[in-house]
DNA sequence: AACCCATTTGCAATATCGTTGCAACTTTTA
DNA sequence: TAAAAGTTGCAACGATATTGCAAATGGGTT
């Protein structure tokens, strides 16, 4: 049935107002959110604070997962399935339009291993692409 | 002779206790660095305001680059000969290194081209590896 | 439905981070 | 050495993020 809902109790939170329609906002837009989008877009009025602990309690308990920019803004997008609690399995490559400025989750596209020098372990890899998105190009 | 002045007359900047200090904690540092750490370590005390101009310039004059990071905190570091004015050439992978917190260009590597999703455009493409680095490992 | 208890929320206070305008100071150049 | 250009520090401000605590809400029970 509701979807929103199943995610929320599959996380074993309470389903609260603001949960839902924060989690709504995730679930409809399909694209990556700020906290400055959550607070002025949600239907129902919540506080900046509530904001903060819902998207940090979200990224705990594999909801949404934290994006990574390069300009050092904090974006959030929706987890696939596959993760939950604290473990994580996001790591697809990031494309920014900079025409739209929306950023997407390429999930199809994993980050390509690389030769490192010598000596050096990786562990996790990271990769943001920008330029034109599907939607913005000619 | 000396090679932080050369830096900051190449760059046509004025020569100023600050700008020689901070540019010296890049040279002889070698690593990045952040805002804090810059405001720290200063032999002569630098106001707040004057670091962030400092930097803004210094990136702006192609001295220093801003790094990307996944955890949206702000990193510099030196640029290679080549980037000068507003352009850069810093499209090289950097490792984050979780032991000694220290993040590293690794200028020789460049990010890798991938194959995108058909209708996206790339343009600029960064890439940061976590791991153990050099002097952590074993 | 009324209750209890755990969880969640909002508010106020506080902390951190970054920017701007402006007057004083320093560096460069003549 | 004096004028012009460039740079700095201070104070004020704005945005962003965190914490403690009391009030409100949700989930499960009777
Ligand atoms: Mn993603
Ligand atoms: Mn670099
Ligand atoms: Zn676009
Ligand atoms: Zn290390």
Redesign the interface.
């Known amino acids: 049935m509701n979807t929103i809902e199943d995610i929320l109790k599959k996380a074993k939170l309470n389903v609260t107002e603001g949960r839902k329609n924060i989690l709504e906002m995730f679930v409809l837009g399909g694209g990556a959110l700020a906290h400055a989008d959550i607070e002025k877009n949600t239907s129902v009025s919540i506080d900046r604070v509530t904001v903060y602990r819902t998207l940090q309690t979200f990224v705990e308990r594999g909801i949404i997962h934290?994006i990574?920019?390069?300009d050092?803004?904090?974006l959030y997008a929706l987890c696939k399935d596959n993760c939950s609690d604290g473990h994580h399995h996001d790591e697809h490559?990031h494309?920014i339009c900079?025409t739209c400025n929306k950023t997407n989750c390429?999930e199809?596209?994993t980050?390509?291993n690389?030769?490192?020098?010598?000596?050096?372990?990786?562990?996790?890899?990271?990769?943001?692409?920008?330029?034109?998105?599907?939607h913005c190009?000619n």
Do not use: H
């Open positions: 934290l990574p920019t390069t050092n803004t904090i490559v494309f900079i390429l199809e596209i980050v390509p690389i030769q490192l020098p010598k000596g050096f372990k990786p562990i996790q890899a990271a990769m943001i692409v920008k330029g034109i998105c599907l190009k």
